[in-house]
């Protein structure tokens, strides 16, 4: 084989997902393994490579045949710079990740936010396609968004016009505190790290759930629940729905 390819990567708050890509864009192998946050910075960086080396050895192409890697991740990203300037699911603050990285794997390292690398994708081959202006959410341990605008990702000021998680949306009485520092944002109750919250709050107050017998309530347990008829669990998504 002697066709280019290329690795992408999606850093996430809870896994590391890689996969490889051709030129016109199809998926041809995935992997995913833990990010690690809890052991810091380096171990994160160190799993990104290792991920990124694992997939290729494992599959049919050579070392040789990678010609770049592209790399998304959740939070605010300096992108001319390479520079994650804070992602607070992963705990990552002025990090030069491109730079970091193109030392460790010897490739051209690209780097964009998660969200608006995703929507990027959802505009190429996607539900987007053939679209020229859309905006497409992710959802996940945080809340992304990313924004399309005559078939190009449209950046803003700083690179930063499609956070749409950092916009504050619950009122001061309701709010709590955000990873990024601020209050009220649209992440502390609309993604999967703010449906556990607002469960474990709910068993913690006694209310009368089906959660209260699940031992470590992740966001899945919340929608099965709430598709049960679990009232609580039905309030919670509602919220959720109802931010966005």
């Known amino acids: 084989m002697s066709e280019n390819i290329y690795v992408g990567v999606d850093l996430g708050g809870t896994a590391i997902k890689v996969g490889i890509c051709n030129e016109e864009g199809h998926l041809l ?10 052991k810091g910075v380096d171990t994160v960086i160190d799993n990104i490579e290792k991920y990124v080396r694992h997939i290729v ?11 770049g890697v592209g790399a998304g991740f959740a939070g605010f990203t300096n992108i001319r710079e390479g520079i994650i300037i804070l ?9 030069p990740i491109r730079a970091l990285l193109e030392e460790r794997l010897g490739k051209p390292v690209k780097i964009d936010n998660d969200a608006n690398v995703a929507a990027l994708g959802e505009a190429w081959s996607g539900a987007g396609r053939g679209v020229e202006n859309c905006v497409c959410y992710t959802l996940g341990t945080g809340v992304g968004g990313g924004i399309i605008v005559n078939g190009k990702s449209y950046q ?20 709590i505190q955000c990873g990024c520092g601020e209050m009220g944002c649209l992440e502390t109750v609309s993604s999967a790290t703010g449906i556990i919250r607002m469960a474990k709050d709910a068993v913690e107050r006694g209310d009368r759930t089906s959660l209260a017998h699940v031992e470590n309530i992740a966001a899945k347990e919340v929608f099965d629940a709430a598709k049960a008829g679990d009232e609580v669990a039905i309030r919670i998504v509602n919220r959720a729905a109802y931010y966005l």
């Open 156 to 175: 803003g000021f700083g690179g930063m016009a499609g956070e749409l998680g950092h916009i504050s949306v619950v009122p001061d009485l309701e709010a």
């Open 57 to 67: 050895e494992e599959s049919p192409y050579s070392w040789d045949q990678l010609a």
């Open 87 to 95: 992602a607070p699911n992963v705990g990552f603050k002025d990090v």
């Open 29 to 38: 192998q995935k992997y995913e393994g833990p990010t690690e946050t809890a």
